[in-house]
């Protein structure tokens, strides 16, 4: 329909079409491993993994439950207001990879370029007029000093902190919840002082134990697809590859998700077991010593000269673990849900390819799939792609059209945002802009998915290759044109040439 209109436009003629992208038809299947790198899995020897959210995956009930007890922690332990009981767990508030303003209390998304996107600025459960935002920050722009120093590993001393784990997604919204309950309140407070309260309400469900117990008593509530990971490592088994384990969750609750997820036998598929290794300090420091511990959790003191099958150890550090194994460079792959905690580090020190478990990829991909969200990006890009040409057009008449694309342009820029999460949009984008998230995704992951599932589509000789995009300057018009603008461009070329 647009392009009918379009077509009667006094400013647009036949050859500008060309700029309109062609609908595409194919939709992406929600199992396909996306590579950031070339990585062939014939390369790889060795497995290794995460357990929380790579082998383990929960249910949103634990979202609700880390809320509600840390919300009760808030309130028995630090003395907030009774009222606070009144705030559930809000599924779909909050995304991952969003910054919290410690000293302002806002929660955000900024960009791959330090930009906050406007529209997505929340001051506890309400959204921060765009004048405001612009009015507090100078602009929209977040100097890097006011960032979490070394990709998000210490807020110290920072202003913003960014949720990386899919652990936090409670922890924000207990901010927002709290923040929500003292403004409606006329309630006066410290944010810094707020934030630290409930940083350590979290802490405490995680450190006390509260949740491993909780989880541990009713685990077919929590654990999700335990199936799908136990074919993953059969298959790997059965291939003759080597795997390990290397989390920092305590042994006795890995053991008993583990042997819900595979079976009583579990610890026959790993080669080493490594819990509550501390990461990422584990890949960082040297000094802390591999320990031994029973099944019973009883730690022993001797030296470690060998990591055995069978054995669980605690702690030690990469260095050690490289020394001992000699599993060293690109024949390990590593899996994490944690892009800072556990691939960052592997990435830019040690050379081992990593692979990112990004759950919330499976639910983009279907909203990306449907026809309205086709047909809405096709248009968003049709249109900038004609605003970029018309502009030139100087006259008044012109320039009253190209505004008013530039106004659709706007408003659909939001519904590409609301289509996703209404509060936040995408995890991957800021409007047209990769995420702050999304860079260093494509940073620090060789490949990507939605769950260690969707190995299972692939041979293990596979190669990923990631697809050719042109960058910037490679392609005349944008990235996503289709070959119909491409080969115009290329038959006028080669016909000067
Ligand atoms: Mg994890």
């Known amino acids: 329909m647009h392009v009918i209109l379009l077509l009667l436009h006094p400013l647009v003629f036949p050859s500008h079409l060309a700029l ?17 790198n070339e990585m062939s899995l014939g390369d790889i020897e060795i497995y290794g993994f995460d357990y929380d ?5 929960y249910s949103r009930h634990l979202h609700t439950l880390i809320f509600n007890i840390a919300r009760d922690i808030l309130i028995q332990e630090h003395r907030y207001p009774e009222g606070l009981r009144e705030y559930e767990y809000i599924p779909n508030f909050v995304v991952r990879g969003l910054h919290y303003d410690v000293q302002r209390a806002l929660l955000m998304k900024i960009d791959a370029f330090h930009y906050i996107q406007l529209g997505t600025v929340y001051r506890g459960l309400h959204p921060v007029p765009d004048k405001e935002v612009i009015a507090m920050y100078d602009g929209c722009h977040v100097p890097l000093e006011n960032m979490s120093d070394f ?34 309140h006329n309630i006066d407070y410290e944010p810094v002082h707020l934030y630290k309260d409930v940083k350590e309400a979290i802490g405490d469900v995680h450190v006390k134990g509260i949740m491993y117990r909780a989880v541990e008593a009713d685990i077919e509530n ?21 795997m390990f384990l290397i989390t920092n969750s305590p042994f006795d609750f890995v053991d008993r998700g583990m042997n819900y997820i595979v079976g009583k036998d579990w610890r026959d598929l790993f080669d ?7 990461k990422p300090g584990f890949f960082n420091d040297r000094r802390k010593p591999f320990r031994r511990v029973t099944d019973k959790g009883v730690l022993h003191w001797d030296r470690i000269h060998k990591l055995e099958k069978g054995k669980i150890y605690k702690q030690g550090n990469l260095y050690e673990f490289l020394r001992l194994t000699g599993w060293r460079g690109s024949k390990v792959l590593y899996f994490g849900d944690h892009i800072y905690s556990d691939l960052a580090d592997l990435t830019l020190k040690h050379g081992w390819r990593t692979g990112a478990i990004i759950p919330e990829l499976r639910k983009e991909i279907k909203i990306m799939n449907t026809e309205e969200c086709v047909h809405l990006m096709t248009w968003l890009q049709g249109l900038t792609g004609l605003i970029e040409h018309m502009q030139v057009h100087r006259d008044p008449a012109s320039q009253a059209v190209v505004q008013e694309w530039i106004k659709e342009r706007e408003a659909m820029r939001s519904q590409t945002k609301d289509i996703f999460n209404g509060q936040f949009g995408s995890l991957f984008r800021t409007y047209h802009n990769p995420t702050y998230f999304s860079r260093r995704l494509s940073r620090f992951a060789d490949i990507y998915m939605a769950s260690l599932s969707c190995l299972l589509n692939y041979d293990f000789h596979h190669t990923f290759f990631p697809r050719r995009t042109p960058l910037q300057h490679e392609s ?8 119909r603008g491409r080969d115009g461009f290329h038959c006028d070329t080669l016909s000067k040439t």
Request: net charge negative; hydrophobic share 35%; with cysteine.
């Open 476 to 483: 005349p018009f944008w990235p996503e044109q289709t070959s």
């Open 20 to 36: 309109i992208p062609v609908i595409s038809k194919n939709s992406v299947n929600p199992d396909t491993i996306f590579a950031n």
């Open 222 to 242: 929590y654990i999700s697809y335990g199936e799908q990971t136990h074919a993953v490592l059969k298959k790997l088994y059965e291939d003759g590859k080597k």
């Open 53 to 57: 959210y790579t082998l383990a995956f």
């Open 151 to 184: 990709y998000g590993k210490s807020s110290h001393g920072h202003t913003m902190k960014q949720y990386m784990d899919i652990f936090s997604l409670p922890e924000m919204n207990l901010l927002c919840s709290v923040n929500d309950y003292f403004m409606k």
């Open 272 to 278: 080493i077991v490594i819990v509550q290794a501390d």
